[in-house]
């Protein structure tokens, strides 16, 4: 089991900046597969960015470029940094965690607008 903490949204003007966390606890972090997703009003839950537990990442194409998802270990937290923020960038953001199960945050509200 793993239980994941969502911090750091809010409210941001376009062209800004901010970094999400997601604290685990519960099983070990290092094995599992990190990464978030968002949901926008009225539409499905999407892959924003993921990184394995061996350290590789990959982005969807509407972030790249202008999001880092990292992780440190030993602190048990996944981060996403969010550049270049765009209207279009609001959404609840969920962090996750997968390995032959998969765990959910409750999610963190970004919203991008002037």
């Known amino acids: 089991q793993v239980q994941l903490m969502e911090s750091g949204g809010g409210l941001v003007q376009p062209g800004g900046s901010l970094r999400l966390s997601c604290a685990a606890s519960g099983s070990i972090f290092s094995i599992y597969n990190m990464g978030w997703h968002r949901q926008a009003p009225g539409k499905q839950r999407e892959l924003v960015a993921v990184?394995?537990?061996?350290?590789?990442?990959n982005y969807a194409d509407s972030v790249k470029g202008r999001f880092t998802i990292s992780r440190d270990n030993a602190k048990r937290t996944v981060y996403l940094q969010m550049n270049s923020l765009k209207p279009e960038d609001t959404a609840v953001y969920y962090c996750?965690?997968?390995?032959?199960?998969?765990?959910w945050g409750q999610g963190t509200q970004v919203t991008v607008s002037s």
């Open positions: 990184v394995t537990s061996g350290g590789t990442t």
């Open positions: 996750n965690a997968a390995r032959t199960a998969s765990y």
